[in-house]
């Protein structure tokens, strides 16, 4: 069975990067839970992601 990266990959699109852009685009615009649940991440690592679309190394 292929993977979804190995498929995407084979018709030369980018998937992890597409999957990083979908996650900035969705820190900026939607409540941090929202994007912990539709990413299916803990939400320290959505606070995480949040501080990076922001450009705040301080945390």
């Keep these: 069975m292929i993977s979804t990266h190995n498929l995407l990959n084979q018709y030369g699109l980018p998937g992890l990067s597409a ?27 959505a606070q995480s992601w949040v501080n990076y679309a922001k450009g705040d190394w301080s945390t």
């Design 19 to 45: 999957r990083n852009t979908a996650v900035i685009e969705a820190v900026i615009s939607l409540p941090l839970i929202v994007v912990a649940d539709l990413f299916g991440m803990h939400p320290g690592t």
